[in-house]
């Protein structure tokens, strides 16, 4: 530094905050406000560094808080008659004509694939009136324009055209832009979770049967994940929770054409969810059954079980306590079946009605970073935060002609009542 800077240095810097003074009172003089009593009482307070804390916080909850809507539905056969009425019309969409305005509401879409594709392309329609079920590869059209996104391959159906027909199924899924779950060449690829992202969300689908092929679950092979099988199905949903936001499980078992679940269904589902999986999905009765709001096990501490006994999910000498949701427990939601969706089962009104959920979640968008083993800012740094389901619409629906649309009024309340419900949005 010079001799005349160190000389006149503070000098210098008296100027200096002077004529920066000055330039402020230049600037305010142009506030309509300063100068006149008004000032005192409606200009501005400052911010302090709280507040502007505070705003960056609620701005960020809003950019990390995205609102996810997505259908599921139940057993979708796009085989035997569905196909018939299919080739008639010319038009793949068909089958899911009568839910448009369903599907367009949701980001995306989910149900069970009961028909796997055929690798020829020359195959027309699959099936007749036997039970080996498969649909034309255009078929996969329908699916497409509904926007689902993921499905359930794990059913007694999956291997009907063949381990060809399974694995050219998985393929011209994904060729599709829709990820099948519950399937694959071995059972490490069977586990592996069906993986949605939307509006910076991720959704895991874990797939899994009671039978492997056709034959009621007396034949295993290495391609299906089997409902018994409580190990992997444990170690698949603690996997799919480091990965994804949401964690869905589905199942596809049960007793045929019964309103209740069997004691195979009770044991995955509530496996599932003590495992830490957020909903559980089931299909294969063809009917419509029971929904419970399990709490897991062991309940939190602050969760009392009432005295009394869910009269809907009583069957024979399995009796499970229902839950008193008025103490914090919170709970879970098992679906054990939804019933049919897409369907060629017109000889019952059982067989014709379905149920869909329409499922609103939101959470934040980034990993957390207080997770153990988390470093917090990208999915390969820890595991993501768990999404919040904030509402499951129940849509009751009517099959006619192999195409399912939303139930009327009375239609809806006769479904409900018998599944014991009162309203059709579940909180």
């Known amino acids: 530094m010079s001799d005349f800077l160190k000389k006149y240095r503070k000098i210098i810097l008296a100027l200096l905050f ?60 796009l085989s035997r008659g569905v196909a018939a009425a299919v080739k008639t019309a010319n038009d793949p969409s068909l089958p899911f004509q009568g839910m448009a305005d369903v599907f367009k509401q949701a980001d995306f879409n989910f149900g069970n694939l009961e028909s796997p594709f055929s690798p020829s392309p020359k195959t027309d329609i699959i099936g007749g009136h036997t039970l080996i079920f498969g649909a034309p590869q255009n078929y996969i059209r329908g699916l497409v324009q509904a926007k689902f996104q993921a499905v359930s391959l794990a059913n007694n159906h999956a291997l009907d055209l063949g381990l060809a027909g399974l694995s050219f199924t998985r393929d011209w899924l994904l060729k599709n832009g829709i990820q099948g779950a519950g399937a694959g060449q071995n ?33 295993k092979n290495t391609y299906l994940a089997r409902i018994e099988d409580l190990d992997n199905l444990k170690n698949a949903v603690m996997n799919a929770r480091q990965q994804c936001n949401l964690v869905i499980a589905s199942m596809h078992a049960g007793t045929e054409y019964t309103a209740k679940p069997n004691q195979a269904q009770i044991a995955f589902a509530r496996a599932a969810i003590n495992a830490g999986a957020d909903l559980v999905i089931g299909h294969h009765p063809h009917w419509i059954q029971t929904i419970e709001k399990y709490n897991g096990s062991p ?47 017109n000889w019952s ?37 768990a999404a919040k389901i904030e509402s499951i619409e129940l849509v009751p629906v009517i099959i006619e002609n192999s195409q399912p649309r939303p139930a009327a009024p009375d239609e809806t309340k006769k479904i409900l009542d018998r599944i014991g419900k009162k309203d059709n949005r579940l909180e």
């Open 18 to 77: 002077s004529l920066g003074a000055i330039f402020g009172l230049i600037q305010r003089s142009h506030d309509p406000y300063f100068g006149s009593t008004r000032s005192r009482y409606f200009a501005p307070a400052e911010k302090s560094l709280a507040d502007y804390y505070k705003e960056a916080e609620d701005r960020a909850k809003i950019l990390q808080a995205p609102s996810v809507t997505f259908t599921a539905v139940g057993d979708i056969s």
């Open 187 to 219: 059972q490490s690829q069977a586990w592996q979770p069906a993986v949605v992202s939307a509006k910076g969300l991720k959704f895991c689908f874990i797939a899994a049967s009671y039978a492997s092929v056709n034959d009621g679950g007396k034949t």
């Open 349 to 385: 009104q059982k067989t014709k009605e379905g149920l869909a959920l329409k499922i609103t979640a939101s959470g934040s968008q980034t990993p957390n970073a207080l997770a153990p083993g988390a470093a917090g800012l990208t999915d390969l740094q820890g595991p993501r935060p």
């Open 299 to 345: 309940p939190h501490p602050n969760c009392k079980k009432s005295s009394f006994e869910n009269p809907f999910i009583e069957q024979e000498n399995i009796k499970i306590q229902a839950l008193d949701l008025g103490n914090g427990c919170g709970g879970k939601y098992i679906f054990y079946s939804l019933g049919n969706f897409i369907f060629d089962q």
